[in-house]
C-alpha cells in the first residue's frame, strides 16, 4: 500500500557519480573511496550504491552510538550474514528474538566460563609455534588462521575426532567464499552444480549440517554431559524463561556463527598484532615483562589499539524502517 506524505526525509549530501562507479570504489578499494568522500564531505555523507541502494554513511561516534541504540521498531539489522549461517543464528534474529537469544548466550560466554578454555588456547599456541623459524621474516596469518580453528574446534566440541577433521577441511574455504557471495544479489545466489560458487557453498553448508547434527546426537548420548562445559553442551542446557530449550536447528546455526565470527577474525586480528609490534620492540618488552608478572593491563590495550588501527570489520548496516533522526 502506497501512502502519500508530505514530510521530506533530508539525507546529508555526498558524491554524486554513477552507481557503476560508486560499486567500483566501494567494493575493490572501500577504504580508500570511503576516506575520500569523508575529507570532502565529512563524517556523514550519502552515496547511491547497488545491491544496497541510497545509503548514509556515519562515522561520528555519537552518531554510530544513536543508531546502535534505536530501538528495533526503527532500524533493522542489514546482515546477508543470515543466508549462510542460518535463520537460526543471532546473526538472522531482530528485536524480542535476538534480545531473548542474546540473554539465553550471556552466562555460557562469561568471563570467568571463558577462563576454562585458555588451557586449550595455550595448548594449540604451543603446537603451532614449536616449529616456527628464527631469525627471518614469515607470514603469520595462516598459522594463526590454525590456532584460532583448533582453539575454537575443541573449545565448542569439547573432544578431538574424525569429525572435527572434516571441520577443519571444510570450514576455511567455505566461510571467505560464502562472505564474498552474501553481498550479491539473490539472483546470483544459484547452485548451477558442483563448480559454481554458490554451489560448493550449499554443499558444504549441507555437509557442515550433517556432521553437527551427528555431535549433537553424540553429546546426548553422553554418560557425562551434565559435567561436560564445552560450548555445545552449554547451549544444548540452555533454557529460555518459559523452559524451553534452543532448538537442535538452531543450535547447529550459532554454532556455525560462532566458528565463522571467531576464527578467521581472530586471526587476523592476531596476524596484525604481530605485525605491529615489530615496529615497536619497547613495547613488546613492556608485554612480555606484564605477562611474566601475571598482569594484563597493557595486553588489553594493546589489543584495543590493534582493533582500532586495523579493524577487520570495518562497516555495520542497519535498514531505517520508517523515518528518524539522527543528530541533524
Not at 553422553?222 to 523452559?243: H, I, K, Q, T, W
Not at 618488552?285 to 606484564?290: G, V
Amino acid at each position: 500500500m502506497a501512502v502519500a506524505t508530505t514530510e521530506i526525509v533530508r539525507l546529508p549530501p555526498g558524491p554524486h557519480i554513477p552507481k557503476a562507479a560508486a560499486a567500483l570504489g566501494f567494493f575493490t578499494a572501500r577504504r580508500q573511496a570511503l576516506n575520500l568522500a569523508a575529507a570532502r564531505y565529512g563524517d556523514c555523507f550519502t552515496v547511491d550504491l547497488p545491491i544496497f541502494g541510497e545509503t548514509t554513511v556515519i562515522s561520528d561516534p555519537a552518531l554510530v552510538r544513536e543508531l546502535f541504540a534505536a530501538g528495533s521498531d526503527l532500524v533493522s539489522r542489514a546482515s546477508n550474514l543470515g543466508t549462510v549461517l542460518g535463520p537460526g543464528s543471532t546473526f538472522s534474529l531482530d528485536g524480542d528474538e535476538h534480545r531473548a537469544r542474546r540473554k539465553l548466550l550471556l552466562p555460557p560466554f562469561h568471563g570467568k566460563r571463558m577462563a576454562h578454555y585458555e588451557a586449550i588456547v595455550a595448548e594449540e599456541v604451543a603446537r603451532e609455534t614449536v616449529d616456527w623459524p628464527q631469525g627471518r621474516e614469515f607470514s603469520t596469518l595462516e598459522p594463526m588462521m590454525r590456532i584460532t580453528l583448533n582453539a575454537i574446534l575443541r573449545a565448542v566440541f569439547g573432544a578431538q575426532g574424525s569429525e572435527l577433521d572434516e571441520l577443519r577441511r571444510l570450514l576455511p574455504p567455505m566461510v571467505p567464499l560464502a562472505s564474498l557471495m552474501v553481498v550479491l544479489p539473490p539472483a546470483l545466489r544459484r547452485d548451477w552444480g558442483p563448480w559454481s560458487p554458490w554451489g560448493r557453498v550449499v554443499r558444504s553448508r549441507r555437509r557442515y549440517n550433517e556432521i553437527i547434527a551427528a555431535l549433537i546426537a553424540q553429546a546426548r548420548s553422553d554418560p557425562g554431559f551434565g559435567d561436560r562445559n564445552d560450548v555445545l553442551a552449554l547451549l544444548m542446557s540452555a533454557r529460555y524463561e518459559d523452559g524451553s530449550a534452543i532448538a537442535d536447528e538452531h543450535v547447529v546455526d550459532e554454532l556455525l556463527t560462532l566458528l565463522a565470527a571467531g576464527h578467521e577474525t581472530t586471526a587476523t586480528t592476531l596476524a596484525w598484532t604481530i605485525e605491529r609490534l615489530r615496529r615497536h620492540p619497547d613495547l613488546l618488552h613492556r608485554l612480555t615483562a606484564e605477562v611474566d608478572a601475571g598482569g594484563t593491563e597493557l595486553t588489553q590495550a594493546t589489543i584495543w589499539e590493534v582493533q582500532r588501527t586495523r579493524p577487520v570489520v570495518e562497516a555495520m548496516f542497519r535498514v531505517a524502517k520508517k523515518r528518524i533522526k539522527l543528530g541533524e
